[in-house]
């Protein structure tokens, strides 16, 4: 009795590796087809224009005052912590490398996956139940050139704006904070994080880090959408996964960025 | 939505992210600051270079010349090899004096140049044959231990 409840229970993570392995296939080919497909929308531009409006244009608020409210926040708690250490005046390197390199765009894309990805996620779900995908095909239009490509190039394209802008506006934020909110002394609070921050090192590392989260959000979502049960509970799981997975993908593909990156000399 | 209101929030969309790297560039990093266009590299070898790191700045009289371009270890003589980028602007007699300077007591460590007397300028691949290395905490508390044994020596 035992052992039939023991090879069941093995059958069963044997069942989902096996599941898992193959959606991954099927996701891969997914983002194959959409590579191969994505002529179209270079074509046609205005298909990626209007896609970047959803995605990016409507994103702004939330990251820009997000952004400011995360620089606000690391100027009060980094002054306390350097105040200790009487060493004020490296609040500017503080705030500004812990923005550019990690927080902008992590943050960002964490906001970018909820707010654009589970839009993006419903809406391609939503067109596959009522069958708008498929009415596509039989007009000889391809749904993946047409739906999906432009999408993905949006999100591709959005994502390390939104991160530069969120980073911009969080050392605002830090510099309201600190300098004229605390009195740190503004020449040394910039002056500091300008000798500190690397434009290659630190400002590109982060657009190269935006650019790859930007590309798994927008990835996770569309194929999660794609690939959801055509049914009102399928779209609203799949919604669900597409936040669940692409929030943990950008954290594990942080670390792993990161530690490619700042290893320290 | 109409076409040109689409447009337009498109336009502003990424003229404020392209204008926010800008400033993260600008003014947050040091493009501005010291260019690469015009630099000549000189050389000098250190017994100890203590904590220096690539890209620390070469400074004259506080100034900052130049960056520390790169550290290795030469093999003949067993010394570390510390190549520096230098400013074309800043021209240095050739018996300039390098030393590995820390600023404040926990700072940084900068390379510091104090010019000779010569009347030859350093140019591109130049050696600086007067260093002077890091100072060791160890080995600095070590000399004093053996000052004050050998003032105990003398005594008896």
């Known amino acids: ?111 970018f996956a909820s707010r654009a990805g589970s839009a993006m996620t419903a809406e391609i779900g939503l067109m596959k139940a009522t069958e708008q995908l498929s009415a596509m095909e039989m007009m000889a239009v391809d749904p993946i050139a047409r739906v999906v490509a432009p999408r993905f190039w949006a999100g591709i394209i959005s994502m390390p704006l939104l991160a530069a802008m969120f980073s911009a506006m969080g050392v605002f934020g830090g510099y309201l904070v600190g300098v004229v909110l605390i009195g740190v002394d503004e020449g040394s609070f910039w002056s500091q994080m300008q000798s500190a921050v690397d434009f290659r090192e630190d400002i590109l590392n982060g657009v190269i880090k935006s650019c790859v989260f930007g590309l798994a959000v927008t990835w996770i979502a569309l194929f999660e959408g794609y690939d959801a049960p055509p049914t009102a509970e399928g779209v609203s799981g799949a919604t669900t996964r597409t936040v669940v997975t692409s929030s943990l993908a950008i954290l594990g593909l942080d670390f792993l960025l990161t530690s490619f990156m700042f290893r320290g000399v | 939505m109409e076409r040109s209101t689409l447009d337009l929030w498109v336009g502003l969309f990424v003229c404020a992210g392209v204008g926010a790297l800008l400033i993260l560039a600008l003014k947050v990093g040091n493009m501005s600051g010291l260019n690469v266009s015009d630099t000549y590299q000189v050389y000098a070898n250190f017994d100890n270079i203590g904590g220096l790191k690539p890209r620390a700045p070469v400074k004259s009289a506080g100034v900052v010349v130049g960056r520390v371009a790169g550290i290795s270890f030469d093999n003949e003589k067993f010394l570390a090899k510390v190549i520096m980028t230098l400013d074309k602007n800043y021209k240095f007699p050739r018996d300039t004096t390098a030393s590995i300077l820390t600023s404040g007591l926990l700072g940084e460590q900068y390379v510091g140049f104090v010019a000779g007397g010569d009347e030859k300028m350093l140019a591109q691949g130049d050696a600086l044959k007067l260093t002077q290395s890091a100072v060791v905490l160890e080995n600095l508390i070590s000399q004093f231990l053996y000052s004050k044994a050998a003032e105990g020596d003398g005594k008896k």
């Open chain 1, 1 to 111: 009795m035992m052992s039939k409840q023991s090879i069941l229970s093995v059958r069963s993570i044997g069942h989902s590796a096996i599941e898992a392995v193959l959606r991954l296939g099927y996701a891969t080919r997914f983002i194959a087809l959409t590579l191969l497909h994505s002529g179209t929308s270079f074509r046609r531009p205005r298909l990626i224009i209007r896609e970047l409006y959803f995605t990016g244009a409507l994103s702004l608020i939330i990251i820009l005052v997000s952004g400011l409210f995360v620089g606000m926040v690391l100027g009060l708690q980094g002054y306390q912590t350097l105040q200790t250490y009487g060493s004020e005046s490296a609040l500017g390197v503080l705030v500004a490398l812990s923005l550019v390199r990690e927080l902008g765009p992590v943050v960002s894309a964490l906001l």
